[in-house]
């Protein structure tokens, strides 16, 4: 996850800030941006490269399969090359009448007016993808749909998610540990509380020192990367009204069915994008959580999925939950004494900072002492942390275009 954040900031910092356009989207139009954006940014959007030709997928066998479907192929300097030279045939899709293009493909195919010659590149790499799928590696495919309020994101990826190495080796002294989380459950419960429960035990030893760990791996960090790059340079010129209050972004490893799901609030996204909110607040916000599903296996359209919008009491529950759970398994500074104290504050914290209005309080249960307690929203606010990063100021970049030398948008 911080690997994360660090890409985040190089993001962040390679954008020189949030630009303002001379226009606002409408979210439909804003889903084509990033869509688009995302497809040309992407180093294998179009043209082939000879380094996704690994594992299973081999150059010559499908310039072997396209000929054996008789479709000629145009000379080049190698079997990738001469492929590239494929992608620029025109009315290659004719060629291939009972295929069930994806909804990309069939938007390109049917154009009335002519494409241009990187979406006619892009029409047929999707025509080859899908007519020799066992042989043809994919693209990067963005797939998105926008259910009331908030914007899903599914991305199909033809590869492991994660990556496992042995780790240093190196004996860590055992110390106990003051407080332990070993059950958290949590709700909105019918009388317009958030409702957490758990059970926390003190003086534990930890166990022995895992010899190996897990990362994501460097292709799926630069798509995640160059999602929230594609956010920026769409969504976050909707209009405030019709803006999404959230973002679900799932990229899924369809060869085995495990996904990475991420949700957060789109406000949240534009003030770390443009430094107004430090990495370690934002970490505590959005929601990460891996999942598999064997449907997903095959699944290059993301149709395994059940969409629907993402509800207030849904989110801040999950948030406060992944605050507690930091503060008690992975903060420098883990509790001491008094866990009621301490989640309680998480709960505060988290429910300061949104404009959800519509709960009277927050209601915790200490299973092991078993002891309840109910805080309306003014005491709610006695728990509440100093807002650490406030009055740090804020970075004011401006963005250039590279395409016009000279000219400069607006500041942010």
């Known amino acids: 996850m911080r690997h994360h954040l660090l890409a985040l900031a190089l993001a962040a910092a390679l954008l020189n800030g949030c630009a303002v356009k001379d226009k606002l989207y409408t979210p439909s ?10 497809q040309k940014e992407s180093s294998n959007s179009t043209a082939f490269q000879a380094e996704e030709f690994k594992g299973s997928f081999s150059a010559s066998d499908l310039v072997q ?26 009315n290659l899709e004719s060629r291939f009448t009972k295929l069930n293009l994806p909804q990309e493909a069939r938007t390109l195919k049917d154009r009335k007016d002519p494409l241009q010659d990187n979406e006619l ?6 025509v080859l993808e899908t007519a020799f799928p066992q042989e043809c590696p994919k693209s990067l495919s963005v797939v998105t749909h926008i259910i009331a309020k908030t914007l899903w994101i599914y991305i199909p990826f033809n590869e492991p998610i994660f990556t496992v190495k042995p780790s240093s080796g190196e004996a860590a002294e055992k110390k106990k540990t003051p407080l332990d989380l070993l059950y958290l459950g949590g709700e909105f419960d019918e009388k317009k509380d958030f409702s957490f429960e758990y059970d926390i035990v003190s003086d534990t030893i930890p166990p022995d020192p895992v010899t190996y760990g897990s990362g994501y791996n460097e292709k799926f960090a630069k798509v995640r990367q160059l999602i929230y790059q594609g956010l920026q340079e769409s969504i976050f010129n909707v209009p405030a009204k019709d803006a999404p209050d959230f973002v679900v972004v799932i990229i899924a490893d369809i060869g085995t069915g495990v996904a990475v799901k991420s949700t957060f609030y789109l406000d949240d996204l534009k003030q770390y994008m443009t430094e107004a909110l430090p990495p370690d607040e934002y970490y505590l916000r959005e929601q990460n959580e891996i999942f598999g599903k064997k449907d997903m296996i095959g699944d290059t359209l993301g149709s395994s999925l059940e969409y629907a919008d993402i509800a207030w009491t849904d989110f801040l529950v999950s948030q406060i939950k992944n605050r507690i759970k930091f503060k008690f398994t992975q903060s420098d500074l883990t509790p001491q004494s008094d866990p009621d104290k301490i ?27 078993k002891r309840d307690m109910l805080f309306n929203k003014t005491q709610l606010k006695t728990f509440e942390e100093e807002n650490w990063w406030a009055g740090k100021g804020k970075i004011t970049t401006i963005h250039f275009d590279a395409n016009t030398p000279g000219q400069k948008a607006g500041k942010q």
Request: glycine share 6%; net charge positive; aromatic share 10%.
């Open 121 to 126: 590149r892009r029409l047929n790499r999707l």
């Open 343 to 369: 989640i309680a504050s998480c709960a505060a914290n988290a429910l300061r900072f949104y404009p959800f209005t519509g709960y009277k309080g927050v209601y915790l249960y200490n299973i092991r002492q």
């Open 29 to 38: 139009e804003a889903e084509k941006k990033l869509v688009t954006f995302c």
């Open 65 to 90: 399969s396209v000929k054996t479907s008789g479709v000629p192929i145009p000379a080049g300097k190698n079997n990738v090359d001469a492929l590239n030279n494929l992608l620029t045939s025109k």
